[in-house]
């Protein structure tokens, strides 16, 4: 499975943005589908994540400001980002998982807020 994550740039602090990340296979039969984040000299984090019955699970630091969704019709989910913050500056991987232990990770794109 390949994941192409895409829709990172540069927002000022307030500002939303939207990540797609487009799976090249079917996303329906996954156990869930997930967006991490990194910072340079720090350790991968769980961002949201989102399973094939379509509940969602957030850290606590976006809770009320980021929406996952999937699309299964498009192989497709979404990372909502609204009111950002500096502090979610980071490289966002999107990343799927199914059966015992299979995962995939996305390329990363980067996110960037600062004014």
């Known amino acids: 499975v390949q994941l192409q994550a895409s829709g990172g740039g540069l927002v000022q602090p307030g500002g939303s943005l939207r990540l797609s990340c487009a799976a090249s296979g079917s996303i329906s039969s996954f156990n869930a589908m997930g967006w991490y984040r990194q910072t340079p000299g720090k350790a991968r984090e769980m961002v949201a994540r989102?399973?094939?019955?379509?509940?969602?699970i957030y850290t606590a630091s976006v809770e009320g400001r980021f929406t996952i969704s999937r699309d299964n019709a498009k192989n497709t989910v979404y990372l909502q980002m609204n009111s950002l913050k500096p502090e979610d500056t980071a490289v966002y991987y999107c990343?799927?998982?199914?059966?015992?232990?299979?995962?995939?990770w996305g390329q990363g794109t980067q996110v960037t807020v600062s004014s």
């Open positions: 989102i399973t094939s019955g379509g509940s969602p």
């Open positions: 990343e799927a998982s199914w059966g015992v232990a299979g995962r995939s």
